[in-house]
């Protein structure tokens, strides 16, 4: 990037002079010196090893970048000998706990009452056992002792490391002491032994390096936000919010106190920077960290005009404009996360089944702009974020990058409020992939598209098993309707949210326990007065009658459950479909059970055939005019319905009765076998068999639950319509 020098690397020496120069500051946005004096041990080890141990991200200091993020001294240097050179945007936990061992501030080490210090053991150090040989200890009477008598550490041969921090002369003079020591006691190997120490040190001072990067002073704060938030990935993590709390306090804004006031109305879902981010979408549209700095009152944005050129705007001019926009924003994210939760609008009752908080500020965003006075018909750009939101979720697209999908979120939803033809992308989208969704897969409660399909229940008015009331929602978890002891060793998708609804543990306790559906249902219909009751009731769970008639069927087997699976995604599908406002007419009308209107089409064809052989050639038409091998494969379905019905045989079945038992594509033989009695209604043969082949297409994906196409589907629903006009 431009104005960043090339990265390069500084002695240890060099950065502990700059330590006691006091070169370095801290941004009032990073948090305290949080390292155990354990973990600074690792440290100096790690140098000692010649281990690469990170690379510094600093910014070149001056007056105004100093004010701007209340730079501070690091941790126990005495403010007022700063000589500030540096900003350090990342790397405070490594020189802070440089400081601390080679300069022992005359501080309380954090969080302790007594100091810290820290120590070589000179003979392990020899001994190449660097492991043990660096070690600290706290500022006891004994360890003070140590620290201030040389003499002492001559004979216990521990070095404290603060003495490679004092005058340029000390660490000699304290090696040339340390010989004499050694000399008077009769140690006449200590020359070479002071050699190999001086060696030792010295290479750690200056050839021991540690990289850096430095940003140039004049780069524009709002790029340095950007470039903090994405590197800050080690060490104490910090945020954006953090960062603009400290550039806004030369403003006299008081952000974290800001966000005190009003946290405890966004029961942990929001975060501080949320109600940023509105802001800045509200300002101008994007809501990346760097363009959360253009927020701060008086800081100027270059944007580029229509007719190419640049000017510089605020977005913010003073203060209190800044604290009127913060306001408002939090009293309508306050609002919007009452609506998220509410059971009839998105139906997320409880937290943590709320699919993406990271959509709170578009969300807000998109209900301020439908408030303003421009949009008259507001009902119908309420239903356009709510079509809008669920489309987002089931097609995951905030599962990442979220920043930059609210903001083209916000640009599409705008021009879509203004033009119903301007879908967004992601309306376009979900209609396109709905039928390739797989709702069996979703297991687990993390997913997006699993605490939708809760939410969707809640919103259909989910009633508990018991009461036959709605229940107490902060009371319900999502509980299984096969239980897990029967599916746990052979039903791989058990867990499936297929097989879950909301229920309270109470409820699941006393109606399902470890019993089957086979069970506890005919006890719920045993107990009931009414059997429609029970059904509706299932109902609000979307469990279809299809589905229940399943679930009762005795000796309850893995491919019974299967079924079910398969009819309940059936039922959940369609409801999809309502919310992102992709159901066809036909769907909309019989959207309780699609099956409905491809029953009554071929109850109508065989009707119809029916009643033209009949017309044609009398009632005993069956031998006459269907051809040898429909009879035979006819005969043979016939058969295995006899078989299950032995009370019935086939002289009881008239040749009306045997129509039941032709396939979709036995119709149209029928109609192209006997052309000339046909051709009047149908005209074109051609055009028939494209019309069956669609109808067919259709009806297996219908009757199988199979991923459809809204082409398959248009396709589909034409034949049916078309069929149904010709034979009425």
């Given at each position: 990037?431009?104005?960043m ?7 240890l020496g060099?950065i502990i ?6 070169h370095?500051?801290i941004p009032d946005?990073q948090?305290e010196?949080?390292?155990h004096p ?10 000692f ?16 970048n ?7 001294s690091?941790?126990?240097?005495p403010?007022d ?5 540096h ?5 405070q936990?490594r020189?802070?706990?440089l ?5 022992a ?5 954090r ?5 810290c210090?820290f120590?070589?053991?000179l003979?392990?150090l ?5 492991e043990?040989?660096?070690y600290?200890?706290?500022g006891?009477?004994k ?8 003499e002492v550490?001559?004979a216990k041969k521990?070095f ?10 000390d660490?000699h003079e304290?090696l040339e002491?340390?010989k004499v020591?050694?000399l ?8 070479s032994e002071?050699?190999e120490?001086?060696?030792e040190?010295?290479?750690?001072l200056?050839e021991?390096e540690?990289?850096y990067?430095?940003?140039d002073?004049n780069?524009e ?10 590197i800050n990935?080690?060490g104490?993590?910090l945020?954006?919010f953090?960062l ?6 030369p403003k006299?804004i ?8 009003v946290?405890?109305?966004?029961s942990g879902?929001?975060e501080?920077k ?12 994007y809501?990346?960290?760097?363009y959360?700095?253009y927020?701060?009152p ?5 944007i580029?005009c ?7 705007v605020v977005?913010i001019k ?6 009127d926009?913060?306001?408002f ?10 609506s ?5 609008d998105?139906?997320a ?10 959509m709170?500020?578009?969300i807000?965003?998109l209900?301020?702009?439908?408030e303003k006075d421009i949009?008259?018909d ?7 974020i709510?079509t809008?939101?669920?489309a987002?979720i ?8 979220a920043?930059?999908?609210m903001?083209?979120?916000?640009l599409?939803?705008k021009k879509?409020f203004?033009n119903d033809?301007e879908e967004?992308?992601?309306v376009?989208q979900?209609?396109?992939e709905?039928g390739?969704l797989n709702?069996?897969?979703e297991?687990t409660?993390?997913s ?9 229940l809640?919103?259909k008015g ?9 229940p107490?929602y902060a009371n319900?978890?999502?509980?299984r309707?096969v239980?897990?002891s029967w ?7 058990i867990?499936t949210?297929?097989n879950?609804t ?6 699941n306790?006393?109606?399902i326990?470890?019993q089957?559906?086979?069970v506890?249902?005919?006890k ?12 509706k009731?299932f109902?609000?769970?979307l ?5 229940i008639?399943?679930l009762?069927?005795?000796?309850f087997?893995k491919?019974?459950?299967?079924e079910f699976i ?5 039922t959940i599908?369609k409801e999809?479909k309502?919310?992102v406002?992709d159901l066809?007419?036909m769907e909309?009308?019989?959207a309780?059970n ?7 089409i071929?109850?109508?064809?065989r009707t119809?055939?029916n ?10 038409y ?7 091998h429909?009879q035979?494969?006819?005969?043979k379905?016939?058969?295995d ?7 019935k045989?086939?002289s009881d079945?008239?040749d009306?009765d045997k129509?039941?038992y032709?396939d979709v ?5 029928l109609?192209?076998g006997?052309?000339?009695l ?8 051609y055009e028939?068999?494209k019309?069956f082949n669609?109808?067919?297409t259709?009806?297996d994906?219908i009757k199988h639950?199979k ?7 248009k ?5 049916l319509?078309?069929l149904d006009?010709?034979i009425k």
């Amino acid at each position: 990037m431009k104005k960043m020098e090339t990265p390069d690397k500084i002695s240890l020496g060099r950065i502990i002079d700059g330590i006691g120069d006091g070169h370095y500051v801290i941004p009032d946005f990073q948090r305290e010196f949080e390292w155990h004096p354990w973990d600074v041990v690792e440290l100096i080890k790690s140098i000692f090893k010649d281990y690469y141990v990170g690379t510094l991200l600093l910014w070149k200091a001056d007056k105004e970048n100093i004010k701007a993020l209340s730079c501070e001294s690091i941790d126990g240097f005495p403010k007022d000998r700063l000589k500030p050179r540096h900003i350090v945007l990342d790397g405070q936990q490594r020189l802070s706990a440089l400081h601390h061992v080679f300069f022992a501030p005359n501080i309380n080490y954090r969080k302790r009452s007594n100091r810290c210090f820290f120590f070589i053991d000179l003979e392990k150090l020899l001994d190449k056992n660097i492991e043990e040989a660096i070690y600290y200890d706290w500022g006891t009477k004994k360890t003070m002792n140590i620290v201030n008598n040389k003499e002492v550490q001559f004979a216990k041969k521990i070095f404290p490391l603060k003495v490679l921090s004092e005058k340029k002369d000390d660490f000699h003079e304290w090696l040339e002491g340390y010989k004499v020591y050694w000399l008077r006691n009769g140690n006449k190997e200590i020359e070479s032994e002071r050699q190999e120490l001086k060696k030792e040190f010295n290479d750690i001072l200056h050839e021991y390096e540690i990289s850096y990067i430095e940003l140039d002073r004049n780069i524009e704060i709002a790029k340095v936000c950007d470039i903090f938030t994405k590197i800050n990935s080690t060490g104490v993590p910090l945020s954006i919010f953090d960062l603009l709390n400290a550039v806004l306090k030369p403003k006299e804004i008081q952000l974290k106190k800001e966000w005190r006031k009003v946290a405890e109305n966004f029961s942990g879902v929001i975060e501080a920077k949320s109600v940023l981010q509105t802001m800045s979408i509200l300002k101008q549209n994007y809501c990346a960290p760097s363009y959360l700095y253009y927020l701060v009152p008086g800081e100027k944005k270059t944007i580029k005009c229509p007719d190419g050129t640049f000017e510089k705007v605020v977005l913010i001019k003073e203060k209190q404009e800044f604290i009127d926009l913060w306001d408002f924003v939090v009293i309508n994210m306050r609002k919007t996360l009452q609506s998220i939760r509410n059971a009839r609008d998105f139906g997320a009752i409880i937290p943590r089944f709320i699919p993406y908080p990271v959509m709170i500020p578009i969300i807000t965003a998109l209900n301020i702009e439908k408030e303003k006075d421009i949009y008259e018909d507001k009902q119908n750009i309420k239903k356009k974020i709510k079509t809008w939101y669920w489309a987002s979720i089931f097609t995951r697209n905030y599962s990442s990058s979220a920043e930059s999908q609210m903001a083209k979120d916000h640009l599409e939803l705008k021009k879509w409020f203004n033009n119903d033809d301007e879908e967004p992308n992601v309306v376009i989208q979900i209609k396109r992939e709905i039928g390739n969704l797989n709702l069996e897969h979703e297991k687990t409660q993390s997913s997006a598209i699993y605490k939708a399909i809760f939410n969707l229940l809640i919103m259909k008015g989910a009633k508990d098993w018991d009461s036959y009331e709605l229940p107490e929602y902060a009371n319900l978890h999502d509980h299984r309707i096969v239980p897990y002891s029967w599916g746990k060793r052979n039903i791989k998708n058990i867990n499936t949210v297929l097989n879950r609804t909301p229920l309270s543990d109470a409820t699941n306790c006393n109606v399902i326990g470890s019993q089957l559906p086979n069970v506890y249902i005919k006890k719920m219909f045993d107990k009931a007065k009414n059997k429609e009751e029970v059904y509706k009731l299932f109902k609000t769970h979307l469990i279809s009658e299809t589905a229940i008639e399943i679930l009762l069927r005795p000796n309850f087997t893995k491919k019974d459950f299967e079924e079910f699976i398969c009819e309940r995604e059936k039922t959940i599908l369609k409801e999809i479909k309502k919310l992102v406002n992709d159901l066809t007419s036909m769907e909309e009308n019989f959207a309780d059970n699609l099956d409905k209107p491809l029953n009554n089409i071929e109850e109508k064809l065989r009707t119809f055939i029916n009643k033209e052989f009949t017309r044609k050639f009398n009632k005993d038409y069956w031998k006459k005019i269907i051809p040898s091998h429909m009879q035979d494969i006819i005969g043979k379905r016939i058969n295995d319905y006899l078989k299950k019905n032995p009370d019935k045989t086939m002289s009881d079945l008239t040749d009306r009765d045997k129509l039941n038992y032709c396939d979709v594509m036995d119709y149209f033989t029928l109609f192209t076998g006997n052309w000339s009695l046909f051709e009047e209604n149908f005209v074109s043969k051609y055009e028939l068999e494209k019309k069956f082949n669609n109808f067919k297409t259709y009806r297996d994906a219908i009757k199988h639950n199979k991923p459809m196409s809204s082409v398959m589907r248009k396709e589909g629903e034409a034949a049916l319509e078309w069929l149904d006009k010709i034979i009425k």
